[in-house]
């Protein structure tokens, strides 16, 4: 024992621990290592594994460039966890390997398919698909195009991920596809996936309507053995169409009444307080069910009349400035100016094309003299059958399976599942939000096709390992900490430290432990071994 004060003690640096401690324990739970395919990789201290762990550990927490990624490597503990120079970790080294990682996409998707599945087989019983738009900055990325853009910014290039989750909302497959790819194209390869590479049988795909077309659902439904099943919902304007379909039944509800009078609606059963459901039976090989939600009525019905409103007193204020006008309007200005107006509140189809009457203005001129200027006046009518008919559908959804087997006349697949199933994609939304809110998916920061496939495949381990963490605290707190700045903060602040003692010259390093309650959650999560006072304390006579 050497003998000391604290005067002689001084700080040399600080290092992040535990957070990255944390995740790394993640990667080991679930033996990701395993899943790199051996004729892949680079075998060398600093391995393909070990860089798609740093790359993912990395996204988990502070989402870095490939460029920053050695430097925030050196300001935490994963060079003595992981036993490797942080110093191989260049430029040409990272871009090297996001290559190997893009090579072993289908060996991770088939590894965590394998993993979850002898879990939890269950959680393959409704599979979640969609597809998300992330825009890009850039010109040497093939993938990169101008398409239907889902982050509202039309004028800029993009990528599209396109991506399947299990019921628990575990990622198993997905895709980045150029970003001019029109959804409904996109199903093909996932159902042949399915069916021969992942052997699924007796399971539910869900998707949106954006992938709803009769190619799709009988590329779904074309196996004799009817390995898969689909559940998704129509357009508004297709419910009309569907036969047994009653519109009428909804021309009295108002927003005054809706809350009362639906739960009397003739032929529906309540499911939740947010929808009630008509089964409407098996047409032409398909299921419908028929659903109206009371809040959503609302809503709807609420926004249209609000929109028109709003509209007409933009009209109101026109003619007013058009009544005031010190020189001549041109008709086609104010003719794009409404028209404008109508698209972008989104109610063009509510209103007939404007009407310009021809005014005789007089002006006053300095000299006393009076000018007379050709002036305008707007007048346009509302298409009120339209927003009858549109008024019919507030509130209103259609879902579509194609679960018509029976049984002693009565569906093997109750409507309940059917809606429990659809209801449920809100996992793969979750997983959207993560992957561009919280792993940061923009700036790319790379350009070539292979590259940014391998950025979003570790952005996918990131979410995978993250959703993990979420649901095991979830289990102990009963808060969802996925898509919050919380998950990792209980593991923030135990850091480890190195300090010197400028007396005897000796140099040593401390993990600072975590707060009690932060300390209760480490070990709830059976994570207390990561506290080891064995694993970094030590001193030395060197700095």
């Given amino acids: 024992h050497i003998l000391s004060s604290i005067e002689n003690i001084i700080p040399l640096k600080s290092f992040s621990y535990l957070e990255v401690a944390v995740v790394n324990q993640l990667w080991e739970d679930w033996q990701i290592e395993r899943a790199f395919d051996s004729s892949e990789i680079t075998n060398s201290p600093v391995s393909t594994p070990l860089i798609a762990r740093v790359l993912t550990i990395n996204r988990c927490l502070k989402p870095t460039s490939c460029y920053s990624i050695q430097d925030w490597v050196k300001k935490t503990t994963l060079p003595q966890i992981l036993n490797f120079d942080p110093e191989a970790l260049n430029d040409d080294k990272l871009y090297y390997e996001l290559n190997k990682i893009e090579a072993n996409k289908e060996s991770l998707e088939n590894f965590l398919f394998t993993k979850t599945y002898q879990i939890e087989p269950e959680s393959y019983n409704y599979i979640n698909y969609d597809l998300t738009t992330s825009y890009f900055i850039g010109i040497k990325c093939s993938l990169s195009r101008l398409g239907k853009s889902k982050d509202h910014q039309p004028h800029r290039k993009q990528v599209i991920l396109a991506i399947m989750v299990n019921e628990d909302g575990y ?76 519109l009428q039944l909804f021309k009295d509800l108002t927003i005054k009444n809706i809350q009362e009078e639906i739960k009397s609606l003739a032929g529906f059963t309540r499911y939740d307080e947010l929808l009630y459901y008509q089964d409407l039976g098996e047409v ?248 080891d006072r064995k694993k970094f304390q030590r001193t030395t006579m060197k700095d």
Avoid: M
Avoid at 205 to 233: A, M
Avoid at 285 to 294: A, E, F, S, W
Avoid at 305 to 315: C, G, N, Q, T
Avoid at 414 to 430: L, Q, S
């Fill in 171 to 246: 990622p198993f497959k997905w895709d980045v596809l150029p970003g001019n790819t029109a959804e409904v194209t996109t199903l093909k390869d996932k159902v042949k996936a399915c069916r021969n590479r992942f052997h699924l049988k007796g399971v539910s795909l869900v998707f949106d309507r954006g992938i709803v077309s009769e190619d799709n659902l009988q590329l779904v439904d074309e196996d004799k053995e009817k390995t898969l099943k689909y559940l998704c919902t129509l357009d508004k304007n297709q419910i009309p169409k569907v036969e047994g379909v009653n």
């Fill in 284 to 531: 032409k090989d398909k299921r419908y069910i028929l659903g109206i939600n009371p809040t959503l009525f609302i809503e709807q019905r609420s926004n249209r009349e609000e929109k028109i409103k709003f509209f007409l007193k933009f009209i109101h204020q026109l003619n007013q400035g058009l009544q005031k006008a010190k020189r001549e309007r041109s008709k086609e200005v104010i003719r794009d100016n409404i028209k404008r107006e109508l698209a972008r509140l989104k109610i063009t189809r509510f209103f007939q094309k404007p009407r310009l009457s021809k005014i005789n203005l007089s002006r006053v001129l300095s000299n006393g003299s009076t000018k007379r200027i050709p002036g305008y006046q707007v007048s346009i009518k509302k298409k009120k059958e339209k927003i009858r008919k549109a008024s019919l559908l507030d509130g209103l959804c259609c879902f579509v399976t194609n679960h018509t087997e029976e049984k002693d006349d009565q569906f093997l697949f109750p409507p309940e599942k059917v809606i429990y199933g659809y209801r449920n994609k809100r996992k793969i939304e979750d997983a959207f939000k993560h992957l561009k809110s919280f792993l940061k998916i923009r700036p790319f920061w790379v350009n070539l096709d292979e590259h940014v496939r391998a950025v979003y495949t570790v952005c996918v381990l990131a979410y995978f390992l993250n959703l993990n963490l979420a649901r095991r605290r979830s289990k102990y707190e009963g808060t969802d900490f996925l898509n919050s700045k919380k998950l990792y903060r209980p593991f923030k602040n135990s850091r480890l430290i190195r300090f010197k003692d400028e007396k005897f010259g000796w140099v040593r390093e401390k993990i600072i432990p975590p707060e009690p309650n932060d300390l209760k959650i480490l070990q709830q999560l059976g994570f207390s071994h990561l506290l």
